[in-house]
């Protein structure tokens, strides 16, 4: 995909105004490195790993429109079959934010990624403290003992993580959670027929250039 290839979401052909957040800007921008956001080689992803679309998701845990479009988000991409999904943790609301990443993230380590993930993306309401976010994660089949040592261990590569995706939505302009790049395309808060189209139009962009 070529820094080009980042560009508007048309509002009102592909988001329904009901969802659509206030702002649906251009994605192109100084120093975006695409390659960086496309393969990091520790961002966790979901989907089909040789899918034809890459749908990248920046979401923050304490975001209500994030755990609003995530089973939606889930659900196209389990439809579809076709698609690579790629997690961009981008806590940017409270510290409790940062914990619920640093947690998730530690279980990549132990292959329960997107287990933490749904878990605290099902927690409903916004501002959720450390302390519900961690009751979450433990009642869910994720070993406990060995994430935590993941944590420690793998702390200082969490935090680098943390600390690039930051810096990839900074040289995107995005201005808050979610963010959703479906292929070429840039939007905000999307729902299940939205994804549809936003999918089916990237395949059409993507097909044209070839």
């Known amino acids: 995909m070529r820094r080009r290839d980042f560009i508007r979401l048309a509002a009102l052909s592909v988001l329904p105004p009901a969802m659509a957040l206030a702002w649906v800007r251009p994605a192109l921008a100084q120093g975006v490195d695409v390659d960086a956001?496309?393969?990091?080689?520790?961002?966790?992803?979901?989907?089909?790993?040789?899918g034809d679309v890459t749908i990248v998701a920046f979401l923050?845990?304490?975001?209500?429109?994030?755990?609003?479009?995530?089973?939606?988000?889930?659900?196209?991409?389990?439809?579809?079959g076709h698609i690579r999904l790629i997690y961009k943790d981008w806590p940017i609301l409270t510290e409790a934010s940062v914990y619920g990443a640093q947690l998730a993230l530690a279980a990549?380590?132990?292959?329960?990624?997107?287990?933490?993930?749904n878990a605290l993306m099902g927690?409903?309401?916004?501002?959720?403290?450390?302390?519900?976010?961690?009751?979450?994660?433990?009642?869910?089949?994720?070993?406990?003992?060995?994430?935590?040592?993941?944590?420690?261990?793998?702390?200082?590569?969490?935090?680098?993580?943390?600390?690039?995706?930051?810096?990839?939505?900074?040289?995107?302009?995005?201005?808050?959670t979610p963010t959703y790049l479906v292929g070429p395309l840039l939007?905000?808060?999307l729902d299940y027929s939205s994804f549809k189209r936003a999918v089916a139009e990237a395949r059409r962009r993507q097909a044209a250039e070839k």
């Open 37 to 50: 956001i496309l393969r990091d080689p520790d961002a966790p992803t979901g989907g089909n790993p040789d």
């Open 60 to 80: 923050d845990y304490n975001c209500p429109f994030c755990k609003k479009s995530a089973p939606d988000l889930e659900r196209i991409v389990n439809e579809d």
């Open 108 to 117: 990549k380590f132990q292959g329960r990624y997107e287990t933490v993930h």
């Open 123 to 176: 927690i409903s309401g916004r501002k959720i403290p450390q302390e519900q976010m961690l009751k979450a994660v433990q009642g869910t089949d994720v070993d406990m003992a060995r994430l935590n040592l993941d944590l420690q261990l793998h702390g200082a590569e969490i935090s680098a993580l943390l600390k690039r995706n930051l810096a990839q939505a900074d040289s995107l302009g995005l201005q808050g």
């Open 187 to 189: 939007a905000s808060t």
